[in-house]
């Protein structure tokens, strides 16, 4: 069998391995070794995608010095089968990258007789620029971080730089914004309606004693010299800031959403707002599942990962009308406080 051949054979496609990790299932794939007598090396994946990791049998003595990459996290950890050498991110819109990091040192591990922490440290040295480099966002995630935006700018033109305090979504917590009793989730589409994919049960409900909003907009290509960019809504969102929460702003976006100012050429799709977007209070007549709903389906405890499409087309209040002011006037600081719960 050629090199290639056993390459093939040994390793599943990025395409496989993905809807694996949208499934939301925790799993381990096995690298077998070619010729079966050599280490085996697993990727974990854990639930819901939230950690990707390539774990290799390694010796005691084996320590791994600091990843020089900030998104891939090394270390030694012990196991029933012994010390391995963990490869680790959370990094999601990198991980078809860091697959392919995944399968060079597997195949310096088990084709070129490398040892495990000399395969990796050689491979992070190769990656190190590469990565670097292509720490760009995806389309869906620039998306949901220009509605985040919008509504951050829509909320500080009443509370001023408490929008940014309020900006709970990128610390994990339940929903996008949180302040006082009052809880936002940010949505934002390019269909041609305020259809949404709803991630879970629990993304439309509300936190306890919380009442829930959907903010709904939609967003469309704009052409030449028209809308803005998302480097124009960053720095739009910058311009209404203090000082000190600028570098808050900037640390959000950096840490958060590994968003690079200096990658700000890779964004240049400009879009404006398809039409008015809406403010949906999540009650008896927002479209949604909830854990009441499924509490008496079958089995539902073999249930996860739910995840469905919801129109509020025509409910609730279109942006600037009296009833939209009012539910923004109700987080006004003397009427509410500040709330940072940590998430359920």
């Known amino acids: 069998m050629t090199t290639n051949q056993?390459?093939?054979?040994?390793?599943?496609?990025?395409?496989q391995l993905k809807e694996r990790i949208q499934a939301g299932i925790p799993f381990v794939h096995r690298i077998p070794s070619p010729d079966g007598k050599g280490p085996a090396l697993d990727i974990w994946v854990s639930e819901h995608g939230a950690e990707l990791a390539l774990r290799l049998p390694c010796a005691n003595s084996d320590k791994p010095a600091l990843s020089k990459l900030e998104e891939i996290e090394v270390r030694q950890i012990s196991t029933l089968s012994g010390p391995m050498l963990e490869v680790q991110t959370r990094a999601r819109t990198l991980y078809q990258e860091i697959y392919g990091f995944f399968v060079s040192v597997a195949d310096k591990v088990q084709l070129n007789d490398k040892k495990a922490l000399e395969a990796v440290e050689e491979t992070l040295e190769g990656?190190?620029?590469?990565?670097?480099?292509?720490t760009v966002l995806s389309d869906e995630a620039q998306l949901g971080l220009r509605g985040e935006l919008y509504f951050l700018r829509s909320l500080a033109k009443v509370v001023g730089n408490q929008a940014l305090t309020a900006w709970v979504g990128p610390d994990r917590q339940p929903h996008d914004f949180r302040i006082g009793t009052l809880e936002f989730e940010v949505k934002t589409t390019r269909s041609t309606s305020h259809t949404h994919i709803i991630n879970g049960i629990s993304q439309l409900e509300a936190s306890p004693n919380h009442s829930l909003f959907v903010f709904s907009m939609r967003l469309s290509p704009s052409g030449a010299n028209a809308g803005t960019t998302l480097p124009d809504d960053i720095e739009n969102t910058r311009a209404i800031l203090g000082q000190k929460e600028r570098s808050r702003?900037?640390?959000?976006?950096?840490?958060?959403?590994?968003?690079?100012?200096?990658?700000s050429g890779y964004y240049p799709l400009r879009l404006h707002l398809a039409d008015t977007p809406l403010l949906i209070p999540v009650d008896s007549a927002c479209p949604r599942l909830t854990t009441d709903l499924l509490f008496s389906v079958p089995h539902r405890s073999r249930i996860h990962n739910v995840c469905y499409f919801a129109n509020f087309d025509g409910l609730g209040y279109s942006e600037n009308s009296e009833e939209f002011m009012n539910v923004m006037a109700s987080t006004l600081p003397s009427r509410n406080i500040i709330s940072n719960e940590p998430k359920q």
Do not use: C, G, P, V
Request: aromatic residues 16%; glycine residues 0%.
């Open 6 to 15: 056993q390459k093939e054979s040994r390793h599943i496609t990025w395409e």
């Open 127 to 134: 990656w190190r620029e590469l990565i670097k480099i292509e």
């Open 249 to 263: 702003f900037d640390e959000i976006l950096r840490t958060h959403f590994n968003y690079r100012a200096e990658h």
